[in-house]
Nanobody
């Protein structure tokens, strides 16, 4: 069982930056591949970044590639999403998720544990 808690969301102007954090409970954090998802009003939840258990492999959606960076610190049971050059279309609720499956997974159906979400609003 893993409990996930996101933090770091807020209101930012276009072009600004935010850093999201995901704190995980449990002592086997490194055994879970992780992902960051977002869901805008009226849209499906989408994976924007994923990271392997070791942190050596990452995946990004085209919409955030080059602007967002996913990372994890297994010693501290935390994962981060550094978001730069934010755009109004990045406005959404952001979720972190964990999966017992290996690999860089982008489907919501493959993730076992979810945080409660944190709102990110980018004003133009």
């Amino acid at each position: 069982q893993v409990q996930l808690v996101e933090s770091g969301g807020g209101l930012v102007q276009a072009g600004g930056s935010l850093r999201l954090s995901c704190a995980a409970s449990g002592r086997t954090f490194s055994s879970y591949a992780m992902g960051w998802f977002r869901q805008a009003p009226g849209k499906e939840r989408e994976c924007i970044a994923a990271i392997s258990g070791s942190g050596d492999s990452t995946h990004y959606a085209d919409s955030v590639k080059g602007r967002f960076t996913i990372s994890r610190d297994n010693a501290k049971n935390t994962m981060h999403l550094q978001m730069n050059s934010l755009k109004p279309e990045d406005t959404a609720v952001y979720y972190c998720a964990a999966t017992v499956l290996g690999g860089l997974l982008i489907s919501t159906r493959l993730y076992d544990y979810w945080g409660q979400g944190t709102q990110v609003t980018v004003s133009s």
